[in-house]
Structures are given as structure tokens and as C-alpha cells.
């Protein structure tokens, strides 16, 4: 049986009977999916899966997204990535490349849907995902506010904005994964694909324009909404343990990775297995189909 229990902060359920490495049937996946589109952030507690079972349930939520920097795609597995301080490959790519506030894929124009992270090695301190709440933190903004934003599309690019107030910058693409990338416009306020709500979308990492709006107009609107989402009040830390698989909604989030030192022996290792997707899960497109 499935058990969800709140987190010790503002948003997200860790669960409790869950056996990836036995799969998960479809009354299942939809009670997690359920859960997910209403508390943002699940964790999947002391999963024991290899690469295979893992990529099987990061199927059931739609499409595996290979990584622009394909250097960073794991051999025999490039829907998958090894983040962390491990490996020379991923070292090659920073260890460090997603250490400022970001949603994944906002510079593609079919954005992610969802993004998990299943723990294998985890530093004794930090290593830590940082979370935020874009849909709280919408509803928390006044009518004018709203009204303003409505409608607006926002201009992204792989990283543009990275590397601002503190954060440090990510790696930057070669010409020929630049290529692939263009910039892109997505709607500020942005309409989730199952449930329809609407929600405050990527307003860091990414977003450096809005369509139609002077660039220092745009860039000073912009950093106006990140400040605010950024606030403590709409942020989740979480500590990994071996065997979670952290899973979040991608279009109703941003996140932030905590910075990692170079290993010097256990207790300072971190490596997760990373899996991003886009799409409707089959369960609901199978339901729509039905409708």
C-alpha cells in the first residue's frame, strides 16, 4: 500500500511502498501522479532499482529528454545523466553546473514535464536539491501583479542568466550544441498540461526577454518575480538518503543544487541518477483518449 507523508517544509510528500525494481502498475502510477501535481515534489524512499527498472518508471511520466551537452549522457544509457562529484565525465561537464535557480529544459520548446533524481552515493553534509513552489508563489501575487504578466512570453536560452547575483555560471554549450537550442518563447504564465492550472514559469536560469518589452524593462520585471519566488517561505531543501528517488513537477518548480567540493574519500561522494522528461504520462493520454 502507498503511503504519503508530508516533508519538513512547506510542499512535497515522502512515500512509503513503492518498489521500483517490481514496477509500478497503472492505478499506482496515477495515485503517485495525483500526488505529484498536488504537492509538487515526491520522494520515493529506499528504492534498490538498477539503470533499467529506473528508466522504466521515468517512462511511465513521458518522454526521456537527452541532455543538450551530450558528454554528460550516461555510456549505454543516454537518457540518463550521473550527477554529482564522481565521475570524470561529469566533471568534464562542472560539477557544479546547476548551482543556481532553474527549471530544466525551459530552453527547449517542449519543455520538461518532470524531473527525478534517485540517489546512489550522498555526502554526510550538504548535496542537497533545493525546491520552490512557483505556484504558491504565483497565487501570493497581487492582482495588479497579475494582470501585469498576463499573456507576456518570456525569451530563454540555455543558461542565459546563470551566473547572476552570486550564483555561479554553467557550462557553456560548443557551437554545435548551441545549434540545437535556440532561443525560445514560453508564456510567463504558463498552463499546466494535465491539471490546467496556471502557473509562474521559469523566471531564472533561462528567461532573459520578454517579447515585445524594452530589455531593461523586461530584465527588471523579471528579476522582480525571481526575488520574490525565491522567498524561504516557498523553498524545500531536501537531504538525500541512499535509495530516494526525488521526483518533481517540472512546469510548477524551480530548483537549485547545493555546491560540491571534489571528493576526498566517503562521506563526500554524491552521485544521482538523473531522468527528465516531457509529455502527458500514457495513463492520462490514455484517459483523454477515452474521454
Known amino acids: 500500500m502507498i503511503r504519503f507523508e508530508p516533508l519538513d517544509g512547506p510542499f512535497g510528500r515522502a512515500v512509503q511502498g513503492v518498489d521500483l525494481s517490481a514496477g509500478i502498475d497503472e492505478e499506482g502510477f496515477l495515485a503517485l501522479s495525483q500526488a505529484l501535481y498536488r504537492h509538487r515534489l515526491l520522494v520515493l524512499k529506499d528504492q534498490t532499482c538498477g539503470k533499467d527498472a529506473y528508466l522504466r518508471f521515468g517512462r511511465q511520466w513521458g518522454i526521456p529528454i537527452q541532455h543538450v551537452i551530450d558528454t554528460a549522457r550516461m555510456p549505454g544509457y543516454p537518457d540518463l545523466l550521473e550527477v554529482g562529484n564522481v565521475t570524470r565525465r561529469w566533471r568534464m ?3 557544479n553546473t546547476a548551482v543556481f535557480w532553474h527549471t530544466d529544459q525551459s530552453y527547449e520548446a517542449d519543455v520538461a514535464t518532470a524531473t527525478m533524481l534517485y540517489a546512489r ?3 554526510d553534509l550538504g548535496g542537497e536539491t533545493r525546491l520552490l513552489d512557483m505556484k504558491a508563489a504565483y497565487d501570493d501575487l497581487d492582482q495588479d501583479m497579475r494582470g501585469q ?3 507576456l512570453l518570456a525569451i530563454h536560452y540555455y543558461g542565459a542568466t546563470a551566473g547572476r547575483d552570486g550564483e555561479p555560471p554553467t557550462q557553456q554549450l560548443t557551437e554545435a550544441q548551441a545549434a540545437t537550442v535556440p532561443p525560445v518563447s514560453h508564456p ?3 498552463a499546466h498540461s494535465v491539471t490546467g492550472e496556471r502557473v509562474l514559469y521559469a523566471v531564472g536560469g533561462t528567461a532573459f526577454g520578454i517579447e ?4 531593461a524593462d523586461a530584465d527588471a520585471l523579471l528579476r522582480s518575480l525571481r526575488t520574490h519566488c525565491i522567498q524561504d517561505r516557498y523553498v524545500y531543501a531536501h537531504q538525500y538518503e541512499v535509495g530516494d528517488v526525488a ?8 530548483h537549485c543544487a547545493a555546491p560540491m567540493d571534489d571528493p576526498d574519500g566517503p562521506g563526500t561522494e554524491r552521485l544521482l541518477w538523473r531522468i527528465s522528461v516531457r509529455g502527458v504520462p500514457d495513463a492520462y493520454a490514455r484517459k483523454r483518449a477515452a474521454a
Open 93 to 95: 561537464y562542472s560539477r
Open 121 to 123: 552515493k550522498v555526502p
Open 149 to 151: 504578466i498576463d499573456g
Open 188 to 190: 510567463l504564465v504558463r
Open 212 to 215: 515585445g518589452m524594452p530589455n
Open 247 to 254: 521526483i518533481w513537477d517540472t512546469q510548477m518548480t524551480m
